[in-house]
Nanobody
Framework: QVQLVESGGGLVQPGGSLRLSCAASGNIFSMYTMNWYRQAPGKQRDLVARISIAGTTEYADSVKGRFTISRDSAKNTVYLQMNSLKPEDTAIYYC?????WGQGTQVIVSS
């Protein structure tokens, strides 16, 4: 049984930081690329960042230089460090791998 459980969302002021976590159960973490997506109200769900088993990372242009994705194999956890947050980063953030999705964690960037 594969489960992805996100945590770490919340309300933050513009320019602030948050770190999201995604704890993965099952064998998926050691076998597949892990992804973070986000979906703002009324918009489609978009890829934010991904990290391969080998540690290769990719980022959406809108977050390059501000967000960092990482994975801890000992904890079966993938992280998304988000710095210099902007109001347009407000969204529900989802962890994904293959066809498995977490429940999402809300991020609100507002003064």
């Amino acid at each position: 049984q594969v489960q992805l459980v996100e945590s770490g969302g919340g309300l933050v002021q513009p320019g602030g930081s948050l770190r999201l976590s995604c704890a993965a159960s099952g064998n998926i973490f050691s076998m597949y690329t892990m992804n973070w997506y986000r979906q703002a109200p009324g918009k489609q769900r978009d890829l934010v960042a991904r990290i391969s088993i080998a540690g290769t990372t990719e980022y959406a242009d809108s977050v390059k230089g501000r967000f960092t994705i990482s994975r801890d194999s000992a904890k079966n956890t993938v992280y998304l460090q988000m710095n210099s947050l902007k109001p347009e980063d407000t969204a529900i953030y989802y962890c994904n791998s293959v066809n498995f999705w977490g429940q999402g964690t809300q991020v609100i960037v507002s003064s």
